[in-house]
């Protein structure tokens, strides 16, 4: 088998386990969730699981959202390496306990969890930052990309799911937080449609 | 790697996520039910564990039939784009709660659980139904295929297990409900072989 | 695509959606075991977790059985279609019971648990063999097999670790139950070497 | 389909289902671990949950390291057969205990559950070292390599985690350790290196 290969298979074995990862953390987020003892109407029902409910719905588009990224990142990884790994479980690491963290954040009195929840989410970001920087300027894992395309990957895909998260939050208490959303995913959007335009000739080829 | 490649990679781990957030999902389906604290013999033993026992069979046969459905639609799909993700999350995300749903349906008294569960088992019918109605007439991410076979395929694979569910709860009430889930089931089967035998000469061309 | 290959896709996803189960059932037997509220030495640890640590290594065991033998009867399957899907289904589903029967044998008083721990085991013994019989006999779906190898395989893949399972357990009180196994066990042996033997000229060419 | 294919196919199923297994048990660590039920304060739900998010860290990092000796051990194996089935299930069955050594690491009182950890931690490594040993020297399973290079692995993916989780532990009470770890650490390297060299021009070729 050529280096080509084994370095493939690598890569291979490193998604498809990090697949597994995100699945059972995604599916395990409403293990501890349990009906309530006494209930008279559905009503009465959804009223009392609604926050456990909200929760769930929550880290479910986080864990979601965050796997996308990375699948989109590593579309763009050609191989893998020790560090590659490394950086990865650092990501892992944080998904596994997003099921604790969304229990920390329906069990809260007076919205104390929100900033631990906020910033695990945005830890994942980071990390998902940190393999990305590493993957694609460090360790030269990547398909040719050329270095502003890769800087706006790192900035879109890697930091933006955390920033909203935490801007969503942030926007329950300032309604002003919506506007400074919606410009930072729109001049984003934009920035993006013009280094890609400027990119292609050159990637496509 | 080509574009369709690209395609072909990112729905291939499409397939494999949802693939073990299904078999997580029916494997803890167990994981709450525990043996009685006391019992004196094996008879006893399946007195006691009977409710949770049927509750178990019925979830797993659920979720197996949602994942023929699933694998059946995804045959027909030719490739994933970023709203197909969302659709499927959102599948994922009710066949998640299934293990919640089945507690409720043990624990309940009165039958007021039953309402809840089925409908919980029809909305991962219409989730399914979104996610091939958007992949076959919206997003065009389907292979070949006659648009009167598309919309049976979402009458038939996406609906009907979620209609079957709900129609066999009220068949335990209402005898004659079983009169209608036969016809049903019959006609759709007619119609099918119909269209099948139409559309084979087009599609396998 | 051809039929061939669909087939192929189908059977694909199939044996991975089982790997999975195997899987999580595999690693949730140890979840319900948790560490005793005082201990003193490790020796009082063991002593304390014994039963539990017993069953858990009796499960491992049987799980790993029935993957090896799920496995080698999949090897000689070419395709699958939906009544495979559904036997199938029923495999995974008295596997994914195998935790739950495990709490069952480490809580039990008196041994009464042990048959119906043996008639689980047995069951899924069961399962696989009608998984086969239907795959071999009714839905030709395996690669060319001769029928006396197909039987070979039916009684010694499927059937046998049942056996072996409840033989063991009745060896613990009958100890001539040992001879018995070793019997068994030899003459399948002998009788499959000559199976083999005649069959590989047929078969390999 | 050729032997060698059957082979791979083997080989390929008995590497996903262990993905699997680790997938599960790293993800299963965080379980166990729910958030306190009074704090007023990140800085109190820090301290009390303190410990678990220790345990959990290194127990995340001890199963990271071993899927990673497992990934670069069956990078060498070409094929497998039964008793890498066998062998491999014991080291999952160990990897699948370490959610409830994870357990016993943090409600430990006075230090005396660190030998029960670290002794699991090194069995983990022991029956690495095992399916090495015998896939490399036994059963001739592995793609062509050099004994003395085969030693060296045993050495160094098999053994060498288990050896330095316990000399971690030690070293917080006996600081010079940190020294002898540093010492074999370099040393392998150093023998590593050597050995990968005169290696080269034989097995690249």
Redesign the interface.
Known sequence: ?SDAK?GD??LH?L???S?????????????????PEH????GE?FFLMGPKLAA??IS??VI?IY??SH?RLF?RIARAN?ML??LN?IT??LV??L??GT??LW?QEAG??F??YVTLVALIGVSLGLLWGYAAFIGKLV?PIRPLLATYVLVRVALLPGLMCGLSFFSLVHPWGWGLMAAIVGSLALAGRRIERRAAPQDAT
Do not use: C, Q
Request: aromatic share 12%; no cysteine; net charge negative.
């Open positions: 088998m084994e298979a690598h074995r998604v498809l386990f697949d597994a990862v995100f699945a059972i953390a995604i599916t395990l987020l409403a293990i501890e969730i349990h009906p209930w008279t109407s559905v029902l769930y719905a479910f588009a979601g796997w996308v699948r579309e020790g790994d490394a479980f892992l690491g596994a306990l099921p604790l229990e920390l069990e104390r969890a900033p631990v398909k």
